[in-house]
T-cell receptor
Framework: KAGVTQTPRYLIKTRGQQVTLSCSPISGHRSVSWYQQTPGQGLQFLFEYFSETQRNKGNFPGRFSGRQFSNSRSEMNVSTLELGDSALYLC???????????????FGEGSRLTVL | GESVGLHLPTLSVQEGDNSIINCAYSNSASDYFIWYKQESGKGPQFIIDIRSNMDKRQGQRVTVLLNKTVKHLSLQIAATQPGDSAVYFCAENMYSGGGADGLTFGKGTHLIIQP
């Protein structure tokens, strides 16, 4: 079974630009979560989607948005990039707890964004 | 605000010894806790989880202990191996009852295995 796939793996942008990151979850997983990882703040929850609906959202500004498609693939977008947005963006998929009995998240290898 | 934190940023142990990684959490309403391992250049990998109605759970070479009285979580790794070198994160669930949505992660402990 293929794991969580994130694209692109690396990208460089300049301040003010926008970026879209893509995530393909494990087949059969309907929940997709996004996390930002930085050396200073660690892993921080961005949002979670289930069946194309945003179910939970972390404490990030509105510049951070996401969506999920009918095939469970997800994208996140960051607009008007700032230097502080430089980070590793991790996507994780999971079975819904109600159906699986476990909340285990399967992470991709991340998209490393550098903002210059 | 609510937070999950780790006591030590770095832990160095001899190969073959047992390792204990600690974690303190502050949200008494959290009812689901997970340990993750992150190797360099990779995403976090699930190790073991525990629900608040349990105080101990064992896996293969790993044991998680939960002390709800003092809001403390620990991960014990038996007979550590070079492949155990990684950053270990504890995480708590903050949104849904028992689910893995919206996890709050600790800062991480870097486990170094000395030959």
């Amino acid at each position: 079974k293929a794991g969580v796939t994130q694209t692109p793996r690396y990208l460089i942008k300049t301040r003010g630009q926008q970026v879209t990151l893509s995530c393909s979850p494990i087949s059969g997983h309907r929940s997709v979560s996004w996390y930002q990882q930085t050396p200073g703040q660690g892993l921080q929850f961005l949002f979670e989607y289930f069946s194309e609906t945003q179910r939970n959202k972390g404490n990030f500004p509105g510049r951070f948005s996401g969506r999920q498609f009918s095939n469970s693939r997800s994208e996140m977008n960051v607009s008007t990039l700032e230097l502080g947005d430089s980070a590793l963006y991790l996507c994780a998929s999971s079975l819904d707890l109600a159906s699986s009995g476990t909340g285990e998240l399967f992470f991709g290898e991340g998209s490393r964004l550098t903002v210059l | 605000g609510e937070s999950v934190g780790l006591h030590l940023p770095t832990l160095s142990v001899q190969e073959g010894d047992n390792s204990i990684i600690n974690c303190a959490y502050s949200n008494s309403a959290s009812d689901y806790f997970i340990w993750y391992k992150q190797e360099s250049g990779k995403g976090p990998q699930f190790i073991i989880d525990i629900r608040s109605n349990m105080d101990k759970r064992q896996g293969q070479r790993v044991t998680v202990l939960l002390n709800k009285t003092v809001k403390h979580l620990s991960l014990q790794i038996a007979a550590t191996q070079p492949g155990d070198s990684a950053v270990y994160f504890c995480a708590e669930n903050m949104y849904s009852g028992g689910g893995a949505d919206g996890l709050t992660f600790g800062k991480g402990t870097h486990l170094i295995i000395q030959p």
